[in-house]
């Protein structure tokens, strides 16, 4: 019971500390947002007036306990670019982003797993250096330039998947065709640093004292590296997995606009532009939160892998 209390004070303070620094950084960014939502053509008294409807002429430390109380009650405020409320902003998208990360950590997942297990395996042989030559190129490709490459091979030129977007709600399979190519371009570096990982730790494994005794009980290579090897490199690869799934919300944001996606990344790329910083203070909070969350859900399921865990 420490152990949970524990993990749930540290994400606690960890939201809080990303809130205080999200709705810092966005104040000292010059510009008005009262004058970016009104027109260079608005007079001083307008500019005043939505100046103070935005609360803009409090404190600082007075705006940002307004705006961490309509959080915590679930209000996000309003967008100045679109003068509608965030939350249904967020909520009209957050399923496209949502799905392109699943689906990309489930290509990297099922990919990267098996190859990281065979390039221990056939380590030093040619298969291996194969093998060990693909991670390191997938980890040196930008994801912005192969969503472009996938984009233009696959979509343009071999016109394999549809570019135009279609929601979920009209035709799902023709949603997780389009969603494929992007989850691709997001999904080939994360394959090549879960089996990079995996190769690793499958390697320090072998080293250990209880495979040399499992071989000596006549075991097989495949019995071995299945029921014992992997079962032992499963937390750390949880730890990489879990870290690849917080930072897919970032490289989402790049690969929605390459890929004119209608997700959180584009709303936020549209609030940088315009200087809208509800807006933006709202999706950078939820995006931190996410992250904050699923390092805490890997922390309970270490625990619950093994209780001897104490983090």
């Known amino acids: 019971m420490i152990y949970f209390i524990k993990r749930i004070s540290i994400m606690i303070f960890t939201l809080l500390l990303v809130s ?16 970016s939502k009104l027109g260079m053509e608005a007079t001083q008294e307008q500019i005043d007036t939505l100046r103070t409807e935005l609360m803009l002429d409090k404190p600082l430390s007075t705006q940002y306990i307004y705006w961490a109380k309509n959080i915590l009650k679930g209000d996000l405020g309003e967008s100045i670019r679109f003068s509608r409320p965030i939350k249904e902003l967020i909520g009209e998208r957050i399923f496209v982003t949502l799905s392109l990360g699943i689906y990309a950590i489930l290509i990297a997942v099922v990919i990267g797993i098996p190859i990281g297990i065979l390039n221990a395996k056939y380590n030093n042989t040619k298969f291996g250096v194969f093998l060990s030559i ?11 330039w192969l969503g472009i490459i996938f984009l233009i091979v696959f979509g343009i030129i071999f016109k394999l998947f549809s570019l135009k977007y279609i929601p979920f709600s009209e035709d799902p399979i023709s949603y997780l065709r389009i969603i494929t190519l992007p989850a691709f371009a997001l999904a080939i570096s994360r394959v090549s640093v879960i089996a990079r990982h995996l190769k690793n730790i499958v390697l320090e494994e072998e080293e250990k004292d209880y495979v040399r005794t499992a071989y000596s009980k006549g075991l097989s290579t495949n019995k071995i590296y299945f029921y014992h090897i992997l079962q032992n490199a499963l937390i750390p690869t949880i730890t990489i997995i879990g870290m690849l799934t917080a930072g897919v919300l970032g490289g989402a944001i790049v690969v929605e606009q390459v890929f004119n996606l209608p997700g ?31 390092n805490f859900l890997i922390d309970i399921l270490y625990r619950v892998i093994d209780p001897r865990i104490s983090i």
């Open 134 to 144: 693909f991670s390191q190129v997938g980890l040196a490709i930008p994801e912005f």
């Open 264 to 294: 959180i990344g584009t709303l936020l790329i549209n609030g940088v532009t315009t200087r809208d910083i509800p807006l933006v203070q709202a999706i950078i909070t939820y995006i931190a939160s996410v992250v904050v969350i699923i």
């Open 20 to 35: 205080v620094i999200s709705f810092s950084v966005f104040q000292i960014i010059p510009g008005d947002p009262a004058l």
